[in-house]
């Protein structure tokens, strides 16, 4: 009697295994957007000076996806913000994990880049070591509340990967000009290229860099096929054209509800969250500095509706060829990487204190002098070197980079044709805030975004960062 019981147990042991090893795996997925709109009188910046926000024109929101292959999680945050400080995304970072099984290498939280948002930095704060203010403590909260919220949204889902192209919108905003005046910096130079120039001015003779026209997305369905969330990322600054005053998501916020509204999403249940991420648009935006004609005058808000509409349209025309898949690996890397930061020479120092002599609304040969003087005057008190996370997120044949500066589009065009994976792109302003990231081509032009006190960090720092994320990305390639 008691063998044959053993017997049958044993049967019974194997056959459940042996179903249990059968059952194809199945992804999760889960969304949620948090309302991270700040309250009317706060600072709001994007300009050189912060304002006070007087109106909230829409809403802003971080949109939170969660995904699940059945051992590992991710979550994804998009958040309606200029730039976040590496303290605000590590502290949610860990509140996520005191409440769920997503450690912190596994979350990326990334800004936008909105020019119409409040500023989660407090009066003293500084990008070596930031002191947040309360809407900083504010958004770490929303967001780790987003995460969980999609967490309990969790349920069985497929995935899949498009990519369109939309040319019209994106211009390198970097020209070689032929006029010195054009060209003049704040620290008594001249550049050779200039950053957003008059249109039309005589003296242009071309872009000092290249495009990325691509719109590259991911798409989580339930397995019936009702849209949980959608992934986008382009590589187009913001573009503007706000009333002053204004709280505003821009085009990413625009985007979020066409897209939704294209694909008939509109009335789901649990809500679909479609979020477009920041790519690598450091010198990128929508301004066709050489145009034909005189071009049209748009009237506020017109013109990032536009942008909006036409990225969505195209993203709805590959959405529509999407081949989907139940189950991908899911993994994830995030390292700190040391970078120096660059020093005033002698003679921008000698420069600023002349500058600093003149009266108010006076200069020596550019109108920003003192604002760079007040920005260089930081580091005196400030360390020699700055820990910056970068971040590599598998999903299936997809990697997600992930850059904490205002990343040029070189860089992202080179991690995503070396990238061993089919579907790879970068989101830049990602779990940190640390100013431009040109490369060491770029900063040999000069410029606005190679300035010091724009950008930071020592002149081949994009070469070491780019050297960084690919191990990691290859280091994903290997795991699964």
Same mark, same amino acid.
């Given at each position: 009697m008691y063998l044959k019981l053993l017997a049958t147990c044993v049967v019974t042991v194997i056959l459940s295994s042996c179903s249990s090893a059968s059952e194809p795996k199945q992804l999760q997925a889960g969304a949620a957007a948090a309302n991270i709109t700040p309250s009317l009188g706060s600072l709001?910046?994007?300009?050189?000076?912060?304002?006070? =926000?007087?109106?909230?024109? #829409?809403? /802003?929101?971080?949109?939170?996806? *969660?995904? $699940?292959?059945?051992?590992? !999680?991710? =979550?994804?945050?998009?958040? #309606?913000? /200029?730039?976040?400080?590496?303290? *605000?995304? $590590?502290?949610?970072?860990? !509140?996520? =994990?005191?409440?769920?099984?997503?450690?912190?290498?596994h979350v990326l939280i990334a800004a936008t880049h909105t020019h119409s948002a409040a500023t989660p930095r407090g009066p003293k704060g500084v990008f070596w070591k930031d002191e947040i203010?309360?809407?900083?403590?504010?958004?770490?909260?929303?967001?780790?509340?987003?995460?969980?919220?999609?967490?309990?949204?969790?349920?069985?889902?497929?995935?899949?990967?498009?990519?369109a192209l939309?040319?019209?919108?994106?211009?390198?905003?970097?020209?070689?000009?032929?006029?010195?005046?054009?060209?003049?910096?704040?620290?008594?130079?001249?550049?050779?290229?200039?950053?957003?120039?008059?249109?039309?001015?005589?003296?242009?003779?071309?872009?000092?860099?290249?495009?990325?026209?691509?719109?590259?997305?991911?798409?989580?369905?339930?397995?019936?096929?009702?849209?949980?969330?959608?992934?986008?990322?382009?590589?187009?600054?913001?573009?503007?054209g706000v009333n002053t005053g204004d709280v505003s998501a821009d085009y990413f916020g625009y985007f979020s509800r066409y897209i939704e509204e294209k694909i008939g999403a509109e009335h789901v249940e649990p809500p679909f969250v479609g979020a477009l991420s920041n790519g690598t648009s450091g010198d990128i935006n929508n301004i066709n500095f050489q145009p034909k004609t005189g071009g049209k005058r748009y009237d506020r808000y017109e013109k990032m509706k536009e942008v909006a509409d036409n990225v969505a349209s195209k993203v709805w025309e590959a959405y529509e060829k999407v081949e989907y898949v139940n189950w991908v690996p899911l993994d994830a890397r995030q390292?700190?990487?040391?970078?120096?930061?660059?020093?005033?020479?002698?003679?921008?120092?000698?420069?600023?204190?002349?500058?600093?002599?003149?009266?108010?609304?006076?200069?020596?040969?550019?109108?920003?002098?003192?604002?760079?003087?007040?920005?260089?005057?930081?580091?005196?008190?400030?360390?020699?070197?700055?820990?910056?996370?970068?971040?590599?997120?598998?999903?299936?044949?997809?990697?997600?980079?992930?850059?904490p500066f205002e990343t040029f589009v070189e860089i992202g065009l080179q991690l995503k044709e070396e990238s061993p994976f089919d579907n790879s792109f970068?989101?830049?302003?990602?779990?940190?805030?640390?100013?431009?990231?040109?490369?060491?081509?770029?900063?040999?032009?000069?410029?606005?975004?190679?300035?010091?006190?724009?950008?930071?960090?020592?002149?081949?720092a994009s070469d070491q960062i780019t050297t960084e994320i690919q191990s990691m990305i290859k280091e994903l390639k290997l795991a699964k």
């Open positions: 709001t910046i994007g300009g050189f000076r912060p304002i006070p =926000a007087t109106h909230i024109h #829409d809403e /802003l929101f971080a949109r939170c996806i *969660v995904l $699940d292959d059945g051992d590992t !999680q991710i =979550a994804i945050v998009v958040a #309606d913000i /200029l730039g976040l400080p590496k303290e *605000v995304c $590590d502290l949610a970072k860990e !509140q996520v =994990a005191q409440h769920t099984n997503i450690p912190a290498s203010s309360d809407y900083g403590q504010f958004l770490a909260q929303k967001f780790s509340d987003g995460i969980r919220r999609a967490v309990n949204n969790l349920e069985p889902a497929r995935i899949g990967w498009g990519v939309e040319p019209r919108e994106v211009f390198n905003r970097r020209w070689f000009s032929t006029d010195a005046n054009v060209l003049a910096n704040p620290f008594g130079g001249v550049d050779r290229v200039r950053m957003n120039p008059p249109r039309n001015h005589p003296s242009l003779q071309r872009p000092a860099g290249i495009t990325d026209p691509e719109i590259r997305f991911l798409s989580v369905q339930s397995t019936a096929g009702r849209p949980i969330a959608l992934l986008a990322n382009y590589s187009l600054h913001y573009v503007g390292k700190d990487i040391e970078l120096r930061l660059r020093q005033p020479t002698p003679a921008m120092q000698k420069h600023f204190e002349e500058a600093l002599k003149l009266p108010e609304g006076e200069f020596i040969s550019h109108r920003m002098e003192k604002i760079y003087a007040q920005r260089i005057a930081k580091l005196k008190d400030g360390p020699s070197s700055i820990h910056a996370s970068l971040q590599a997120i598998r999903i299936g044949n997809s990697c997600i980079s992930a850059i970068t989101i830049e302003l990602a779990n940190g805030w640390y100013g431009y990231l040109p490369t060491p081509a770029q900063h040999r032009l000069g410029g606005y975004e190679t300035w010091l006190g724009t950008n930071w960090v020592e002149e081949n």
